[in-house]
């Protein structure tokens, strides 16, 4: 499925939550904080066939809502063998992404962050899925569930609980590859 449109940063909000839902992906979670005094949104979207999770928060510039950040979040199939050209292959096609591990894995989790990589969300996922097979991820998965506001707390936030809690109250098809 080769996407008409895209998302990436400054996207307005209701742009993104209709591309992401035109796209497949659906709301598993949405929380309101407060940044900068307006009201602003933190959301996990996931897509059921693709095994992927999304993360997002708002902004207000100008007056109207905005994608301020999103971490895109996956797994996928390592079909690598012990070939060091195909790991070498993998390892390039993810240099964008942090908390990756490939060799000898048997499943590659992975994350993008649009505000640090620049890359286009849906493009993104074409991408990878163009190459390889998306699959259930490793048992621990991280996850960054922490909204703007939560992040300026400070110290003492456990990203395992955070998704713990977060997993207690997700659909149970989440749950299956969200480990």
């Known amino acids: 499925m080769k996407s008409e449109a895209d998302v990436y940063l400054g996207i307005s909000w209701s742009e993104f939550l209709e591309e992401m839902a035109d796209y497949g992906f659906q709301v598993a979670e949405e929380r309101l904080f407060e940044w900068g005094k307006c009201p602003s949104m933190s959301i996990v979207m996931c897509h059921r066939e693709k095994m992927l999770l999304v993360t997002a928060s708002s902004e207000f510039e ?4 905005c ?17 060091p050209e195909k790991v070498a292959e993998m390892f390039n096609d993810l240099m964008g992404c942090s908390h990756t591990s490939i060799f000898p894995e048997d499943t590659v989790n992975f994350s993008y962050n649009l505000k640090h990589y620049g890359v286009s969300l849906l493009e ?3 991408l ?19 909204d703007p506001a939560e992040e300026l707390t400070g110290p003492g936030k456990d990203w395992a609980e955070r998704k713990k809690e977060f997993l207690s109250k997700a659909p149970e098809w989440v749950r299956e590859f969200v480990k």
């Open 67 to 83: 994608l301020r950040n999103a971490k895109l979040y996956g797994a996928l199939a390592n079909e690598t063998g012990d070939n």
């Open 124 to 126: 993104e996922i074409e």
């Open 62 to 65: 100008s007056g109207s809502e």
């Open 128 to 146: 990878l899925e163009e190459k390889y097979t998306f699959a259930p991820w490793k048992k621990g998965s991280y996850i960054y569930l922490f």
